[in-house]
């Protein structure tokens, strides 16, 4: 078999991919690819998947083509299915077909982010292909009441990757806990942060063009996913959110849910809000009109992990609903509700109104980080061992 070290394949650069199956997983990506791109030790290419190539969030993959990086292979694996074994088929697919697509590009590093089923069949993939894995935002922690699969695919990620880039120290010490050698676990943040410091935005008329007039007046953002184990409950869930919303006077832009089991039956409840003036429905908005529509928002409701990265450093309140994130690290802007119109009702009303706890919320500032995480990060990678000791992981315990 042919040795792959970058000597002997006379690379002048070190060859990157990134793996990326869903818009918030690459939004979080986005400040490292650009920082590695930029930088002249580095080829980057990029492995879409998943809901990037659906309708779900209006074909993502084109914001991965607007930014310039080289798309090296587009896996179409998402079955148009409801059910948790449709999730199965569709990572089935998603391997074989990226085992082809890593074998043919043989890149020195694979880079994965977070807790979704791309992660842990990238890094899986990689590890029989004798491809180094460096795991973004693992070592991160929620414990809903029934659980949810997110948890576990987290830290088996952890255990087939090679390199950690955390958000924060608290997750660094716990991968260290799980037995992984010091030497690979570094604190960096979150790119959700750089990319906020970065990112300008748009003027509001220019959000008012894209978005509608409404963004001139009280709105809110409303993003609601499914939980693995609690996909039953989660239309009710969604239905007492938007209900509790404009109970309290304000226009809502309601976002589409991702990929997960359930996301149909998610779609098909907002579907019944499509005459309410009140409610607008977004697929997915430009990086820029994203970003001004969350510092224009009074406040971010649902379940989504934008509450505890970028709303934070925003200063915008978040209410979190039932019991996805429970547990996760946040700061003083996420309030948790019960997944009930009544809890609901009264922090969105607080998180709205209360002018003394708006005030108290301090911008620019996270617990995830302070916008400097893809210059760490490419420093951490340039400052790597050979591959050789990279693949030969050890457990400290």
Known sequence: MKNNSLKEENRSKKKILALTGIRSE??????????LQNDGDFAVGVICCGAHLTP????????IEEDGFAIVERIENILYSN??????????????????ALERERPDLLLVIGDREEP????????????PVVHLAGGDNTFPKDGDVDEQVRHATTKLS???LTMAEEHSQRIIRMGEEPWRVHTVGSGGIDRLKTEQGIALDQLAHLAGSSVKEAYVVLIYHALSSEIAQATQELNSCI????????HIYLGAPNSDPGFQDILNEIKKFDNNPLVHQYRNLPRNAFITLLRNARCLVGNSSLAFHEAEYLGLPAVNVGERQRGRLCGENVRFADATYDSIFDAVKRAVYDGVYRKSLKTGSSVYGDGHMAQRSVAV?????????????????
């Open 26 to 35: 690459y939004d979080l990506l986005f400040p490292l690819l650009r920082e």
């Open 56 to 63: 779900l969030h209006n074909f993502s993959v084109k914001q």
């Open 83 to 100: 059910s948790l074994s449709g999730k199965v088929r569709s990572t089935g697919i998603l391997l074989t077909s990226l085992a082809e």
């Open 120 to 131: 842990i069949i990238g890094a899986l993939a990689a590890n029989y292909l004798n491809i």
């Open 162 to 164: 090679h390199v950690h």
């Open 243 to 250: 209900k509790a919303c404009l109970a309290n006077n304000v």
């Open 381 to 397: 990678i340039k400052q790597l061992p050979d591959k050789r000791m990279l693949l030969a992981k050890k457990i400290t315990y």
